[in-house]
């Protein structure tokens, strides 16, 4: 086994984004705009099998159901949720340089982090997330709206819409992926804390009483998903919330944590969330949203929810983490970086690399490559020398590489380089199919 490194900076990893096609900065040719990052080619392919295996895991199951809920909300969803009073952060500014610290992660009474200056900072002053905007043509406050900074209220509010039309007993779940926006006050570290980002979430609403069977069951299969997706029991750790960390709806909650080069980071949240956020909008609606329990003498109640919330972006940049190697460093003749993204992750399954242009090899190349694009996300090259072909396609972690060379027109057969061991065997263009199907799907 060859000796290789994790990855041990961000900003390696940054730059391994940028220059693949995985991530850019947003609006770059104008200077960028802060924490905000955009998906290449590379990045939406690996963000969708993200998704695709959460929707998969979450949906393709009896009990749970999917929506698409609208990004804008009626306004009175935040009241009730209570994101309008409690969403904040509290704010300090230093007087002589005007940065803006949150008051919790900064020392008030030494100098100021950027200008030095002392005792230069204004009062706390309580900066609420939500980004708003204005519904219609007309601006006053009767017009006021806000990009949702979470999807679960998305849920809450269609529990009723979905219960009834599925004809769902419980305990049932409603998942959901999409975008939530906050005015974070210290974004950064790439993608790991941006003001726009995707997040997966489920709600499941149980009998009250069960809910610490469920937290205990879910807490269990969303470990299990972060394993699946590759990434490495000893990067991951459960982070249980003490009284003092409890938001004021939960009765129990507990942080899947990772473990990325700035540190032990929250990926997921498991909460206990009682049944607060029900409660509040039967109050505010004046609806009733209580259930109707037949299989307990029509006993009425509103479910209690244990939620599962993780960040897409956040998950998948623990991917990218766990996923980099930089293999025999320093020796010039076999360093290589090599992304090990699991095979249902990888962006690209398969490289079709005909050694050469000429001799008809390109068309062969091309023949390999229309096939297998019918089942996967495959690409072709054909220029610049196979070593470095298959450098690239080692930084954007495809698992296979199909050469054609001269002998594939006597023998009908091509080389597939497996990406990890870097092992070459010869497979048969007529077991090319199977090979895939055995080792892709
Ligand atoms: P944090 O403590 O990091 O601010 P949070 O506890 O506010 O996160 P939740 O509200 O529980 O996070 O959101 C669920 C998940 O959404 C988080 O575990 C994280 O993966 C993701 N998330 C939250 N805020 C951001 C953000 N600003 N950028 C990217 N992902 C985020």
Redesign the pocket.
């Known amino acids: 086994m060859s000796e290789f490194k994790n990855l041990e900076s961000m900003a390696d990893l940054v730059s391994l984004c940028k220059r693949r096609g995985f991530l850019f900065q947003s609006s770059e040719i104008y200077g960028g705009l802060g924490s905000c990052w955009d998906y290449g080619p590379l990045g939406i392919e690996l963000k969708n099998n993200v998704k695709n295996r959460w929707w998969k895991s979450m949906t393709f199951r009896e009990d749970v159901e999917g929506v698409d809920a609208s990004i804008l909300m009626h306004p009175e969803v935040w009241k009730a949720s209570g994101h309008v009073d409690n969403f904040t952060d509290p704010l300090v500014d230093c007087k002589a340089c005007k940065s803006r610290f949150r008051e919790d992660q900064i020392d008030t009474k030494a100098p100021c982090p950027n200008c030095k200056a002392e005792g230069q900072f204004t009062d706390a002053r309580e900066f609420n997330l939500m980004f708003s905007t204005q519904m219609g043509p007309v601006e006053d406050s009767s017009s006021k709206v806000y990009l949702r900074p979470?999807t679960a209220q998305g849920i809450f509010v269609n529990f009723l819409n979905v219960q009834t039309t599925m004809r769902k007993k419980l305990p049932f779940g409603i998942a959901q992926i999409g975008k939530?926006f906050?005015n974070?006050i210290t974004?950064g570290n790439f993608?790991?804390?941006?003001?726009e980002?995707e997040?997966m979430?489920m709600q499941y609403f149980v009998k009250p009483g069960s809910q610490k069977e469920f937290m205990e069951q879910w807490k269990e299969t969303r470990y299990q998903w972060h394993i699946d997706n590759g990434l490495r029991a000893e990067k991951l750790r459960f982070h249980p919330h003490g009284p003092k960390e409890l938001a004021h709806y939960a009765d129990a909650a507990l942080?899947i944590e990772y473990e990325f080069p700035i540190g032990w980071?929250?990926?997921?949240?498991i909460?206990s969330r009682t049944d607060f956020d029900l409660k509040q909008h039967e109050e505010f609606s004046k609806k009733n949203l209580h259930y109707v329990d037949q299989a307990n003498n029509n006993e009425k109640y509103i479910p209690y929810v244990i939620e599962t919330?993780?960040?897409c972006?956040?998950?998948l940049l623990a991917v990218l983490c766990d996923a980099y190697r930089l293999e025999n460093p320093g020796d010039k003749e076999n360093e290589r970086v090599v992304m090990k993204f699991h095979k249902k992750l990888a962006p690209i399954k398969i490289a079709v690399l005909p050694l050469m242009k000429k001799g008809g090899l390109e068309e062969l190349g091309r023949k390999i490559y229309n096939d297998l694009s019918k089942e996967y996300k495959c690409e072709f090259d054909v220029a610049g020398s196979i070593g470095k072909r298959y450098r690239r396609q080692d930084e954007i972690g495809t698992p296979y590489c199909i050469t054609a060379d001269f002998d594939s027109l006597e023998d009908n057969a091509v080389t597939v380089r497996d990406r990890d061991s870097m092992e070459q065997s010869r497979v048969s263009l007529d077991k090319l199919t199977d090979f895939c199907k055995e080792n892709l799907s």
């Open positions: 979470e939530a906050r974070e974004p993608i790991f804390r941006t003001r980002f997040q979430e942080d980071g929250e990926m997921e949240g909460h919330s993780v960040g972006d956040r998950s």
